[in-house]
Nanobody
Framework: QVQLVESGGGLVQAGGSLRLSCEAS????????MGWYRQAPGKQRELVAG???????NYADSVKGRFTISTDNAKSTVHLQMNSLKPEDTAVYYC??????????????WGQGTQVTVSS
């Protein structure tokens, strides 16, 4: 029922910037956390950045100081601003929304992903 649509991926040279967007089909307030994950070829999917409904954020060590996650509640959108991009940032980036439920367990929703390629 929940749809997440990513956009903003593309090809950029090392040192450049990209801004990813994820639009949800319902209010951001209905989710406990939202985040961005990425998966490079041959590697496991990893959390890049997350944000809670209260505004707390966390980042992978590899992107701290370079990436910033934020939300636009009025537009039901979460953004990932990526600066000083490195070739190792190349991956498919996925938007995630999570609802935490104590009794039945957590539920995660995923977007289709958007490709980010950083050339050296």
């Amino acid at each position: 029922q929940v749809q997440l649509v990513e956009s903003g991926g593309g090809l950029v040279q090392a040192g450049g910037s990209l801004r990813l967007s994820c639009e949800a089909s319902r209010s951001i307030f209905s989710f406990d956390t939202m985040g961005w994950y990425r998966q490079a070829p041959g590697k496991q999917r990893e959390l890049v950045a997350g944000i809670t409904s209260g505004g707390s954020t966390n980042y992978a060590d590899s992107v701290k100081g370079r990436f910033t996650i934020s939300t636009d509640n009025a537009k039901s959108t979460v953004h990932l601003q990526m600066n000083s991009l490195k070739p190792e940032d190349t991956a498919v980036y996925y938007c995630n929304a999570k609802i935490i439920r104590a009794i039945i367990g957590s539920t995660s929703y995923w977007g289709q992903g958007t490709q980010v390629t950083v050339s050296s």
